[in-house]
């Protein structure tokens, strides 16, 4: 089992920054891949970025190129989303999940943090 913590959310205006933060503890060896998704009300949840844990080769949904960066301190077990030019349609809540290795899979969710941006 992996445990997810996350961290960092709040209310911010449009084109602020933050950064979420992800504490993970547990059988960390066995991950192969962490990404951050997020939820709207009525919609489906959404993979917004993710990084290969032992790589840290990353991809990002069209939406948030060049605004996100995705990156994992390994020694410390924790995964970051440094969130840049905030815009209205980013509010959600934001998930940290993680895989094995050997599942396709996201299997380990944190409890969220929401991200309201404001005009």
């Known amino acids: 089992q992996v445990q997810l913590v996350e961290s960092g959310g709040g209310l911010v205006q449009a084109g602020d920054s933050l950064r979420l933060s992800c504490a993970a503890s547990?059988?960390?060896?066995?991950?192969?891949?962490m990404g951050w998704f997020r939820q709207v009300p009525g919609k489906e949840r959404e993979l917004v970025a993710r990084?290969?844990?032992?790589?840290?080769?990353?991809s990002y949904v069209d939406s948030v190129k060049g605004r996100f960066t995705i990156s994992r301190d390994y020694a410390k077990n924790t995964l970051y989303l440094q969130m840049d030019n905030l815009k209205p349609e980013d509010t959600a809540v934001y998930y940290c999940?993680?895989?094995?290795?050997?599942?396709?899979?996201?299997?380990?969710w944190g409890q969220g943090t929401q991200v309201t941006v404001s005009l």
């Open positions: 999940s993680a895989r094995r290795a050997s599942r396709t899979e996201y299997e380990y």
């Open positions: 547990g059988r960390t060896s066995s991950v192969g891949s």
């Open positions: 990084i290969s844990w032992n790589l840290g080769s990353t």
